[in-house]
Each structure stands twice: as structure tokens, then as C-alpha cells.
């Protein structure tokens, strides 16, 4: 399967502004993706009498049709599944942000009253401090959504996949639930788990759907009771760090967040940062939180935020990055100081590949291969200095709030801090690979083990 969503080569200069309006329109709507055009050498070298295509026919895209009309019938069915369900759910996915259909899904969930929970890839698309959020579900969630997905009745799928990073286990994942599937993309539908309805359309248009339909699931006291229990019972948990250090990850990210003004956009690498980063950080909008799914790609943090600055050069950009991550891409610093692009990083210098780390710890006796990353080789802050960046470096609680605030004053060039971690903190709740989420594990403190 191609990496892109489509691709051109271009035969003739004659070509150039069809291809280039449809590459545009392909990427931009249906299912976002990257569309590639090649462009020969010669053809760039010669001349052509210039024109623009003034209609969609005139792009030549037969088979092409990215607005499906609305399913009447699927809407009717839908309609009725949530009228007769008594733990409903409303999985959000990412495809509710690439459709903007954020203040859709806040009117229909506070009428409607269901728990909501925002994958990896769609935070910010509910706010986090809404009392019906329960916060990201999957291998690293919270436990009350991971656990309300399983429990529930019904699922309303909105522009999720069904990625086994949420669903653990298929055969156990929310085994006693129907499901509506809304999808910009009909190929993601039964493509995981079979769904009771597939809605192929935006989810925002789907969302007026059921609202002009007034859908309303049954009295929700019972289930937002048990769920309630969950919250309480088990919340994210990390141990405070001493006053000496060495710091806590989960705390690095929630003083940044406490010191950075409300907007600020965080982009993220790949690992145990990634996941400390969407668990700790409040997402409170949408567009604020610029993360690799997927297949996940290391390196993604900086050249991430770089873009996040230029095309928001108003707000406040952080990069939570790991230090395997920012050794992958740092170099592009120096695009960012040539080009005056003030970001911000955090690098959670734990001295390893965390997750890889913790893999091996976990499921492979400690039998640790490839993982080690001198905390001081290389040395974070003269590299930081050396590409005309500002580089700071924290031990201890002490220093962690005077970097930050240091940074946080520094508006002009890019800074770069060094937050020294501690290496055996793991990223809890956990479902290991191929289980049930049914045996998520919290963190050992939680069960009453030692750490």
C-alpha cells in the first residue's frame, strides 16, 4: 500500500496546473493525506501558454467522489441503537478534528449527557476539564475510558479506526457493545470490527444529524455512577519527585503546562515522552496538540513545532521530546534560528529509548539490549548553544521551575532544556500487547505493590 494518498507524474508542461489544483483538492478533502507530484527536469525547463482549471470536471478525477450524500436509513438505524442504550460512549477520533466538528460533538454530548473519550490523535477535540471527558483511551489510557469502552453498550465511532493501540485484544474489546461507525473513509468500516451502522460522511455532518434527530441515549445515573467509581478509584498516579531530584517526567509536564499561557501548541516525538505529554498536559482546544500516529515516527517533535510556530507564530509552541527523539532531528534547530522561529523544548533526558526500555524490563526479564543513551553525551545544552539556540539544563525541582520560567521569557531565539529524569519511570496504565484491556495494569502503587 503506497505511503501517499495519490500521485502524479507529470508528461508535460501543459499538465502542470491540472495536476497541481487536483493534488490540492485530493489532499484536502475526503480523508486527508499527501499527494506527491513528480515533475520531470525537462518538463519544469519548458514553456507552456498558462491556464487554470475553473471547475472540479475540469481535474479529471473520475471515480474521485469525496461528498457521499447522507444515508437516511443508516441515520434512522443509529438513531435508534442510541435511543435504546444504557452505557453508551462516544469514541473520538481523529477524523472529528480533521473535520472540525469539535463544537458539533461538544452540543451533542452535554444534551445528550454520554462519556466522551479522545484517542491519541484527537486531543483538544473535547476539553479535557469537561466533567463527561474521561480522557484517552488505548494501551496507555486512562483507566476509566479504557474501561468505560469495554463496559459500554454502545459505541459512536466518530472518525476513529479501531487501531489495536485502543482496542487491545479484538476478540474481548468491548465484546458486549453495538456499534456506529461515522467515517469519512468507507474503507475503514468492518475493517477491524464488524459495525451495527456505517455512516460514510463528515462527522460534523453526522453530529447535526443526530442532534436535529434529537437522539438521546436512556437514563445515563446508573452508568455515569460506575464510571465515577473508576475515576476515582484509579487516576493517573505518578510518585512526586524528592526536592534533590532526579525529576519525575509526569511532573516536567504538568509544570509546563502550568506555566505556559492558554493556546499553546505541544508537539511530541515518539515514546514514553509522547504518552507522559497527551496524559499530563490539559488539551483544552483544538489544534493544539500536533502528534505521530500511526506508525509513529521518532525525530517527528521538532520539525513538528517548527511548522506549528510558522503557522501559528501568535501562540506559545513546546516540544516535550525524549532525547532519542531529539537526536534524530535536532539539526533542524538551525533552521529555526536562521529563520527566527522561537519554539520551545523539553527534552526528557532519561538516558534511554524509554519505551523500548520499558518493553524489555516488562515482558523480557530485563534483558536490556540497545537502549542506553549517556545522559551527557551528547552534551544537550553546548549542542543547543552551538546551533545559536538558548540551552538550559535541570537537576532538581529547583532548577526545573527557574528553566522553565527562563524560557518562558525568552521569546526571540529557540530554547532547548535538558530535563535530567529519572530512567526506570514507566508509562502507566499499561495493556500489554495482544491482552484483553480488561487486564490493564495501573501503577504498582495502585495495586499495592512496591514501585
Known amino acids: 500500500m503506497g505511503i501517499t494518498k495519490h500521485n502524479f507524474l507529470i508528461q ?61 436509513d443508516a441515520v434512522a438505524r443509529a438513531i435508534e441503537l442510541i435511543g435504546l442504550s444504557e452505557r453508551p460512549v462516544l469514541y473520538v477520533g481523529g ?22 473519550v479522545t484517542t491519541l490523535m484527537a486531543r483538544g477535540a473535547f476539553p479535557d476539564s469537561h466533567e463527561q471527558h474521561l480522557g484517552m483511551p488505548g ?160 525525530g517527528f517533535g521538532v520539525p513538528a513545532a517548527i511548522g506549528a510556530k510558522v503557522g501559528r507564530p501568535d501562540r506559545t509552541v513546546w516540544c516535550i521530546d525524549g532525547d532519542g527523539c531529539f537526536q534524530m532531528t535536532a539539526q533542524e534547530l538551525v533552521t529555526a534560528r536562521a529563520e527566527g522561529i522561537p519554539i520551545k523544548v523539553a527534552i526528557l533526558n532519561n538516558a534511554y529509548l524509554g519505551m523500548v526500555r520499558q518493553w524489555q524490563e516488562m515482558f523480557y526479564d530485563e534483558r536490556y539490549s540497545e537502549v542506553y543513551l549517556s545522559a551527557d553525551l551528547p552534551d544537550y545544552v553546548k549542542w543547543a548553544e552551538a546551533m545559536g539556540c538558548v540551552g538550559l539544563r535541570a537537576h532538581n525541582v529547583k532548577e526545573m521551575h527557574e528553566a522553565i520560567a527562563m524560557a518562558n521569557s525568552i521569546n526571540d531565539v529557540p530554547v532547548v532544556i535538558d530535563f535530567r529524569t529519572d530512567s526506570a519511570e514507566k508509562v502507566y496504565p499499561m495493556v500489554a500487547t495482544g491482552t484483553s484491556n480488561d487486564d490493564i495494569m495501573v501503577h504498582p502503587i495502585q495495586r499495592g505493590e512496591a514501585r
Open 139 to 298: 494501551m496507555h489510557g486512562v483507566y476509566s475510558a479504557v474501561t468505560a469502552l469495554q463496559k459500554s453498550d454502545l459505541l459512536i465511532a466518530l472518525g476513529a479506526r479501531f487501531d489495536d493501540r485502543v482496542t487491545g485484544q479484538i476478540s474481548s474489546f468491548a465484546a458486549g457493545a453495538k456499534i456506529i461507525h461515522v467515517d469519512v473513509d468507507r474503507a475503514e468500516f468492518n475493517k477491524v470490527r464488524r459495525a451495527d451502522v456505517t455512516l460514510q460522511t463528515n462527522v460534523a455532518v453526522a453530529l447535526r444529524a443526530f442532534e436535529a434527530a434529537q437522539a438521546t441515549p436512556q437514563n445515563l445515573d446508573v452508568w455515569w455512577k460506575e464510571i465515577r467509581t473508576w475515576q476515582e478509584r484509579y487516576p493517573l498516579f505518578y510518585e512526586e519527585p524528592e526536592a534533590d531530584g532526579p525529576l519525575r517526567p509526569q511532573y516536567v509536564v504538568e509544570a509546563i503546562a502550568k506555566a505556559a499561557p492558554p493556546g499553546t501548541i505541544v508537539a511530541a516525538g515518539v515514546g514514553q515522552h509522547q504518552m507522559w505529554a497527551s496524559q499530563y498536559w490539559p488539551f483544552e482546544e483544538p489544534g493544539t496538540w500536533v502528534n505521530s500516529g500511526g506508525a509513529g515516527t521518532m
Open 12 to 72: 508535460s508542461a501543459h499538465e502542470i496546473p491540472r495536476v497541481v489544483a487536483s493534488a490540492f483538492y485530493l489532499a484536502t478533502t475526503g480523508r486527508p493525506g499527501p499527494v506527491l507530484i513528480d515533475l520531470p527536469k525537462d518538463i519544469s525547463q519548458s514553456t507552456m501558454e498558462w491556464w487554470y482549471p475553473e471547475t472540479i470536471e475540469e481535474l479529471d478525477l473520475p471515480g474521485y467522489h469525496p461528498e457521499v450524500a447522507l444515508n437516511d
Open 95 to 116: 477524523g472529528t478534528l480533521k473535520s472540525r466538528a469539535h463544537e458539533e460533538l461538544l452540543t451533542f454530548a452535554e444534551r445528550t449527557k454520554i462519556p466522551v
